[in-house]
């Protein structure tokens, strides 16, 4: 069974960090493409970041540019979204999402097959 399981969310204040991570089971996560995607309250869910499967190119959303890192450990099984310099406006819940082809419009919920149960993260003094 293809399983993608979010850890890491929580509460933190502005400013702070926190560190993501997206566990895959049932199949070789080197093959995929993963998504970060998050959804607030009241708003369409948004792509965050993305790693492409193969040279591991990676994209990020203008809001989150310089501020996240997405990185893979294959070894693991595991993509990890590093979050700096947190605002209150990243408040949401935070998804992974995977697919095993590549991506032409990463930030597109449809691009993806199949997607983890999300984590919280609330910014917030």
């Known amino acids: 069974q293809l399983q993608l399981v979010e850890s890491g969310g929580g509460l933190v204040q502005p400013g702070g960090s926190l560190r993501l991570s997206c566990a895959a089971s049932?199949?070789?996560?080197?093959?995929?493409?993963i998504g970060w995607f998050r959804q607030a309250p009241g708003k369409e869910r948004e792509g965050v970041s993305c790693?492409?499967?193969?040279?591991?190119?990676?994209y990020y959303a203008d809001s989150v540019k310089g501020r996240f890192t997405i990185s893979r450990d294959n070894a693991k099984g595991t993509v990890y979204l590093q979050m700096n310099s947190l605002k209150p406006e990243d408040t949401a819940v935070y998804y992974c999402?995977?697919?095993?082809?590549?991506?032409?419009?990463?930030?597109?919920?449809?691009?993806?097959?199949?997607w983890g149960q999300g984590t919280q993260v609330t910014v917030s003094s």
């Open positions: 999402a995977a697919t095993r082809f590549e991506v032409v419009v990463w930030q597109s919920i449809h691009e993806y097959d199949f």
């Open positions: 049932g199949f070789n996560l080197d093959r995929y493409a």
């Open positions: 790693i492409s499967s193969g040279d591991d190119s990676t």
